[in-house]
């Protein structure tokens, strides 16, 4: 960096978070007590859905089923187990009468459904030692799980003649909030203190070390203020809190990292502590602004669909990475302030050897430079092998298949898992699958029975319950009995069909699409798990386009802004998305096929939560724009002051390569901390983002970065002439002013240079 811009005296933003030091930490550690008592509470606010799509026909469907008939979608099951006699038994019938009877009364209870008053085949076990109880818990989702958890105790157990295990929807959400909050306290336990041993290993001091990872928490807990404070608007997801511990500590790892690294570089240069903090803030500052908009921009993608599932991760994730830049911009510049060379202190790297290297004299990042150089003089062999490799890592997200989260999210001894995998392995038909189908206008008999008629007859059905009778394959096999009659009200009715097909396979979904095309004489709305699942998917894809563009569109502006090409920003958006294939075609490997289901722990149901790979993408691609700023920035910093372009990205690649090496592994392991969860859809999180960082940072930035800026040669930094006024005027860099850097005019390129840099010898400095 120029003396020039070193010598500044402090101006604007560094003149504000430099002017009181001691005011700044305290009116920081004010906000983090409030922080603390504002984001209390928070996972006991949030919620455990979030997957279905508001708007559409599944969603009015269960809404007004709900009105109409508030015990046709049963949230609660007793599971009662006959204990060797068979559910007929008169001992085992009393008892099984006798606990609905007992649940029916139960002021939460809105309605019960249950073999021994139905006598409906789809409620008992093929073999007759099991049977089912259904019933609905009214009320909102707190009031839904403040009745599981005091119910629950109540049934489960032995009764008499009888064993009984609580699972259904209701106990599903129950325990996976419960167990979501205990994975993340461990994940918590888990990757704080290893990450501090890590940020030990990087800066050598104890002192530096801690810095990070006190802007980290102070990210954490402001995030968890604003989720607190958001439930009091609208539904956040339960999955939400592990993106902000994720993203809150490895980004702000990430920024402080950054910034106490130049900070650090400054003072070895002999700056006084004011103005290393100055071109601090100018240089590095600049980056990991640019870096949190780049990342707040593809979380933002998210707020364009309309489950609250995406959404709450656009609230938790912009929220933590704005605090964590704000933290890193305004709180640590007045601690570096107030330390000044005691930042070094407690250096560990005293009591170690020095490398061989260092004693020579060399920077650090020779071995990254050495690389970078290698990977130009084999440019194509290195970008096309790059490129195949990652492409065929990313192919088995072909043969994806999407579905919806249910049971099996759970441990698989989780009672709520053992409940439904009994009734999916033992009762006839897959009544845990059924499609609901609403009938309103005031439908007639005959109408439901022509109808019912015509949907029995469908490839893939087993049985069509209604008000009119069961039927199946196109003819009415049973009169309506009292159950039956229950179906019908005054206004509407609803019938249930039972597929063959587990309910998010595809042929349960094009089930779907064959119910809603059958003529009806009434109006009817399908819904249940697959009909769902059907609309989630025509949601996501419907706004999926306008996400990708809006993530492709900010982040061209804000690299272009940062570098003034126009070439530059097409190369991070495509190399980005080249760093994702591996973590999309892991996803697909092992959580749909199972391969390392063993190993991992966890249960693979066939098929990828539909809205998964749109948060897995949002997250990564914002990730890996974290570390392609940086890097950016300090080649554009080098290229503006030498001109040399080869030479700047050799620079860049020598002063970033080990701090995002470093960054990525502290940031990967925070997301394997997360990916211990014993919940399958945060396990696939955690490990997938962490296997996209370390991919991004150890293959494409070391890698396809170099070898694609040597092919593009000097071109990488061409604009057309209105793109280059408009930055001219609005671009921002490090070094200070757009385009140059300061106290120094543009350098003369040299002729031959560029017309044939090949001919060119390696530029004397390279660091």
């Given at each position: 960096?120029?003396?020039?811009?070193r010598?500044?005296?402090?101006?604007?933003?560094?003149?504000?978070?430099?002017?009181?030091?001691?005011?700044?930490?305290?009116?920081?550690?004010?906000?983090?007590?409030?922080?603390?008592?504002?984001?209390?509470g928070?996972?006991?606010?949030?919620?455990?859905?979030?997957?279905?799509?508001?708007?559409?026909?599944s969603?009015?469907a269960?809404?007004?089923?709900?009105?109409?008939f508030?015990?046709?979608?049963?949230?609660?099951?007793?599971?009662?187990?006959?204990?060797g006699?068979?559910?007929?038994s008169?001992?085992?019938?009393?008892?099984?009468?006798?606990?609905?009877?007992?649940?029916?009364?139960?002021?939460?209870?809105?309605?019960?459904?249950?073999?021994?008053?139905?006598?409906?085949?789809?409620?008992?076990?093929?073999?007759?030692?099991?049977?089912?109880?259904?019933?609905?818990?009214?009320g909102?989702?707190?009031?839904?799980?403040?009745?599981?958890?005091?119910?629950?105790?109540e049934?489960?157990?032995?009764?008499?003649?009888?064993?009984?295990?609580?699972?259904?929807m209701?106990?599903f959400?129950?325990?996976?909030q419960?167990?979501?909050?205990?994975?993340?306290?461990?994940?918590?336990?888990?990757?704080?203190p290893?990450?501090?041993?890590l940020?030990?290993?990087?800066?050598?001091?104890?002192?530096?070390?801690?810095?990070?990872?006190?802007?980290?928490?102070?990210?954490?807990?402001?995030?968890?203020?604003?989720l607190?404070?958001?439930?009091?608007?609208?539904?956040?997801?339960?999955?939400?809190?592990?993106?902000?511990?994720a993203?809150?500590?490895?980004?702000?790892?990430?920024y402080?990292?950054?910034?106490?690294?130049?900070?650090?570089?400054?003072?070895?240069?002999?700056?006084?502590?004011?103005?290393?903090?100055g071109?601090?803030l100018?240089t590095?500052?600049?980056?990991?602004?640019?870096?949190?908009?780049t990342?707040?921009?593809?979380?933002?993608?998210?707020?364009?669909?309309p489950?609250?599932f995406?959404?709450?991760?656009?609230?938790?994730?912009?929220?933590?990475?704005l605090?964590?830049?704000?933290?890193?911009?305004?709180i640590?510049?007045?601690?570096?302030?107030?330390?000044?060379?005691?930042?070094?202190?407690?250096?560990?790297r005293?009591?170690?050897p020095?490398?061989?290297?260092?004693?020579?004299?060399?920077?650090?990042?020779?071995?990254?430079?050495?690389?970078?150089?290698?990977?130009?003089r084999?440019?194509?062999?290195?970008?096309?092998?790059?490129?195949?490799?990652?492409?065929?890592?990313g192919?088995?997200?072909?043969?994806?298949?999407?579905?919806?989260?249910?049971?099996?999210q759970?441990?698989?001894t989780?009672?709520?898992?053992?409940?439904?995998q009994?009734?999916?392995?033992?009762?006839p038909?897959?009544?845990?699958?059924?499609i609901?189908?609403?009938?309103?206008?005031r439908p007639?008999?005959?109408?439901l029975?022509d109808?019912?008629?015509?949907?029995s007859?469908l490839?893939?059905?087993?049985?069509?319950?209604?008000?009119?009778?069961q039927?199946?394959q196109?003819?009415?096999t049973?009169?309506?009995g009292?159950?039956?009659?229950?179906?019908?009200?005054?206004?509407?009715?609803?019938?249930?069909?039972?597929?063959?097909?587990?309910s998010?396979?595809?042929a349960?979904?094009?089930?779907?699409?064959?119910?809603?095309?059958?003529?009806?004489?009434?109006?009817?709305?399908?819904?249940?798990?697959?009909?769902q699942?059907?609309?989630?998917?025509?949601?996501?894809?419907?706004?999926?386009?306008?996400?990708?563009?809006?993530?492709?569109?900010?982040?061209?502006?804000?690299?272009?802004?940062l570098?003034?090409?126009?070439?530059?920003?097409?190369q991070?958006?495509?190399?980005?998305?080249?760093?994702?294939?591996?973590m999309?075609?892991?996803?697909?490997?092992?959580?749909?096929?199972?391969?390392?289901?063993?190993l991992?722990?966890?249960?693979?149901?066939?098929?990828?939560?539909?809205?998964l790979?749109?948060?897995?993408?949002?997250?990564?691609f914002?990730?890996?724009?974290?570390?392609g700023?940086?890097?950016?920035?300090?080649?554009?910093?080098?290229?503006?002051?030498?001109?040399d372009?080869?030479?700047a990205?050799?620079?860049?690649?020598?002063?970033?390569?080990?701090?995002?090496?470093?960054?990525?592994?502290?940031?990967?392991?925070?997301?394997?901390?997360?990916?211990?969860?014993?919940?399958?859809?945060?396990?696939?999180l955690?490990?997938?983002?962490?296997?996209?960082?370390?991919?991004?940072?150890?293959?494409?930035?070391?890698?396809?970065?170099?070898?694609?800026?040597?092919?593009?040669?000097?071109?990488?930094?061409?604009?057309?002439?209105?793109?280059?006024?408009?930055?001219?005027?609005?671009?921002?860099?490090?070094?200070?002013?757009?385009?140059?850097?300061?106290?120094?005019?543009?350098?003369?390129?040299?002729?031959?240079?560029d017309?044939?840099?090949?001919?060119?010898?390696?530029p004397?400095?390279?660091?």
């Amino acid at each position: 960096m120029s003396d020039v811009n070193r010598e500044r005296p402090p101006r604007g933003w560094t003149r504000a978070m430099t002017a009181r030091p001691r005011l700044t930490l305290l009116l920081a550690l004010l906000f983090t007590a409030l922080a603390v008592v504002a984001g209390s509470g928070v996972g006991d606010r949030l919620r455990s859905g979030g997957w279905e799509a508001p708007g559409s026909e599944s969603a009015y469907a269960a809404e007004a089923l709900d009105r109409y008939f508030p015990d046709a979608q049963p949230n609660l099951i007793l599971l009662v187990d006959g204990r060797g006699a068979g559910v007929d038994s008169p001992e085992v019938a009393a008892e099984g009468r006798e606990l609905g009877r007992r649940l029916a009364a139960d002021k939460d209870v809105t309605g019960v459904t249950s073999y021994w008053t139905t006598g409906a085949p789809t409620l008992r076990a093929e073999g007759g030692r099991e049977a089912v109880i259904a019933a609905r818990i009214g009320g909102d989702d707190d009031a839904v799980a403040e009745a599981v958890e005091r119910l629950a105790p109540e049934y489960r157990g032995r009764h008499g003649a009888v064993e009984v295990e609580v699972g259904g929807m209701a106990a599903f959400r129950n325990e996976l909030q419960t167990t979501i909050q205990e994975d993340l306290a461990r994940a918590e336990l888990i990757a704080l203190p290893v990450t501090l041993l890590l940020l030990v290993m990087v800066f050598g001091s104890a002192v530096a070390a801690v810095l990070p990872l006190g802007v980290g928490i102070v990210a954490i807990l402001g995030a968890n203020a604003v989720l607190r404070g958001l439930t009091a608007f609208t539904d956040v997801s339960i999955f939400a809190q592990n993106l902000t511990t994720a993203l809150g500590l490895g980004l702000a790892i990430d920024y402080a990292l950054f910034v106490v690294r130049r900070f650090r570089e400054e003072l070895d240069t002999g700056a006084d502590p004011l103005t290393a903090v100055g071109a601090t803030l100018r240089t590095a500052g600049r980056t990991v602004l640019f870096s949190a908009l780049t990342v707040a921009a593809a979380l933002s993608a998210m707020f364009l669909f309309p489950q609250y599932f995406l959404r709450s991760f656009a609230y938790a994730g912009i929220a933590v990475v704005l605090l964590a830049a704000a933290a890193a911009l305004a709180i640590l510049p007045a601690a570096l302030l107030l330390l000044g060379p005691r930042v070094n202190s407690l250096d560990l790297r005293r009591v170690l050897p020095r490398r061989r290297s260092q004693e020579a004299g060399r920077e650090p990042g020779e071995g990254y430079a050495r690389l970078a150089r290698l990977v130009m003089r084999r440019a194509p062999l290195f970008a096309i092998g790059t490129v195949a490799g990652l492409v065929l890592l990313g192919l088995p997200f072909l043969q994806v298949q999407f579905g919806t989260a249910d049971d099996r999210q759970l441990p698989a001894t989780a009672e709520a898992h053992v409940v439904q995998q009994h009734i999916r392995d033992g009762f006839p038909g897959n009544p845990g699958g059924a499609i609901t189908v609403l009938a309103e206008g005031r439908p007639t008999a005959e109408a439901l029975g022509d109808y019912s008629s015509s949907l029995s007859a469908l490839p893939g059905v087993v049985v069509v319950d209604g008000p009119a009778g069961q039927y199946a394959q196109g003819r009415r096999t049973a009169a309506p009995g009292p159950a039956e009659a229950a179906r019908a009200t005054d206004g509407a009715a609803y019938l249930t069909v039972l597929p063959k097909a587990e309910s998010v396979d595809e042929a349960s979904q094009d089930l779907v699409g064959r119910i809603r095309a059958v003529d009806a004489p009434f109006k009817a709305s399908a819904t249940g798990t697959a009909a769902q699942l059907v609309d989630t998917k025509d949601v996501i894809a419907d706004r999926l386009p306008w996400a990708a563009a809006l993530i492709v569109a900010v982040t061209l502006l804000l690299v272009f802004l940062l570098t003034g090409s126009a070439i530059i920003p097409l190369q991070a958006v495509l190399l980005n998305a080249l760093s994702l294939t591996a973590m999309f075609g892991a996803v697909v490997w092992v959580f749909q096929d199972g391969h390392l289901s063993g190993l991992l722990d966890f249960t693979a149901t066939g098929s990828i939560e539909t809205t998964l790979p749109v948060l897995m993408f949002c997250v990564a691609f914002g990730l890996s724009m974290d570390y392609g700023v940086f890097l950016l920035s300090r080649i554009k910093e080098e290229h503006d002051r030498t001109g040399d372009h080869r030479a700047a990205v050799v620079f860049g690649v020598r002063r970033t390569g080990g701090l995002i090496t470093a960054a990525a592994v502290i940031l990967a392991v925070v997301m394997v901390a997360i990916g211990t969860s014993r919940i399958a859809n945060t396990k696939m999180l955690g490990l997938g983002i962490a296997l996209a960082v370390l991919m991004d940072a150890m293959v494409v930035r070391t890698l396809l970065v170099p070898a694609v800026m040597r092919l593009t040669g000097r071109a990488t930094w061409w604009a057309p002439r209105p793109l280059k006024a408009l930055h001219d005027r609005f671009g921002l860099s490090e070094g200070g002013d757009p385009g140059r850097a300061p106290g120094r005019e543009e350098p003369v390129p040299d002729p031959d240079r560029d017309v044939n840099p090949d001919l060119q010898p390696e530029p004397a400095r390279s660091g």
